[in-house]
């Protein structure tokens, strides 16, 4: 688990660094920056839904 949570980290911080990326080469003339912002709101959501299930099934354990 703890192996999956930091892969999905380095793929946010990889999708913000592609939208800076897109926002000054392209210079306003394309979509590409907005769906990299996408993609990371929607993976910055998904890592909190299998944390939430991660913790609810035990696979993370809580601090006593």
Known sequence: ??????AMLLAI???LASAAVFMFRDRGDSKRMVKAL????????????ML??????GL???RL
């Open 1 to 6: 688990m703890r192996y999956v949570v930091i």
């Open 13 to 15: 911080v990889a999708s």
């Open 38 to 49: 996408a993609v990371r709101v929607g993976l910055s959501a998904g890592l909190f839904l």
């Open 52 to 57: 939430m299930a991660g913790y609810y099934f």
């Open 60 to 62: 993370i354990p809580g």
